[in-house]
């Protein structure tokens, strides 16, 4: 069931969350937000992990650091965030099927925020995938119900593409992560989401000051963008190379370095195997709903084109680890390839880096280095020169 929270006024600005409360057993918990004014809401749960889904308007958190992290009752743990301009969340990931037996708001009152209540109740894995299932065909009801209007002609088949004019090459820079997404967190609680956002932001400047390149960046602050929407960009932009940018965590402090990651079915081995898989989980971790998410891609030009790519993803990988060796320490394999999402659109090179380990202290401190990134992302700008120089001398006739 859904539980849309309607409310007739709202004042102007911001609502705060101020507080979060779990209770009771593993039968039946309670979730209580305590929120600074009363807000609209919707409440829904998601399969595959099980998840529960509440959806707000701008919601500022301001919460205790680390809250959401310890299990109570059927609660695992829950997070959140904006997930778009506009829209905040809070996915909490419970620990088998539960039914939101209800949800309601309590206005606030003088001296006293707004309270969100949300009641789950455990239940079977085949009573969640009936409730599961009626809700989204209330939902199709309700979108059709909404639509009588005469439909919008269907978008063209074809993106037409438009010649660069400026014979700049498009670089897309794809800091991971973002948003109500942390990524990897280091001990000391340093983000990967915010790592890797300062380090794109450095590489774009470098990328820029050649006179050379237009960057395009997926986001440029602190927000959740799904895994379809990166490599949406990539595509649109038609970008001439696709660059994601990670720094992930590993059990054990002694792995550090730079790897470079492109795309293979198969994963080159079961540590790229691994990260693909769980760098994979940022859309499951927004608390998108994966079975809606899904675009089927089945043309076979598409297939050809992808080898194409990979092909000079792979080129641009060699060149960038030929650049960066001598600069600073890489993983005893630098080059791997695994099924990363992000790296799935089908006409653009692309390549995902993981600039080190944030579960190592010292990779922590170079990562965190100004120095360090500007050092690491002008080796990077001068890869892509060499990179781009080599393709211009290959495919000229
Ligand atoms: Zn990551």
Redo the contacts with the bound molecule.
Sequence with gaps: MIFIGLQPSLAAGDAVATGTRVGGDENRTRFVADISKTVNYSVYVLPDPYRVVIDLPNVTFDLPPGIGQKVRGLVSQYRYGQVEEGKSRIVIDTQGPVLIEKSFLVDPQPGQPARLVVDLVKTTEKAFVKSYNSEQAKLQQDIAALSAEPLAPPAAEKKIILPNKRGKKIIVLDP??GGIDP??ISRAGTK?KDVVLSFASVLRKALLATGKYEVVMTRSDDRFISLRNRVTVARDKNADLFLAI?A?TVRGKDARGVTLYTLSEKASDAEAEALAKR?NRADIIGGLDLEAETEEITDILIDLAQRESKNHAMFFSKKAVSHLKPLTLMTGKPLRSAGFMVLKAPDVPSVLLELGFLSSESDEKLLTSAAWQTKIAKAFATAMDAYFATELASTAN
């Design positions: 991971g992560h990524g990897a990967e990670h992930d760098e």
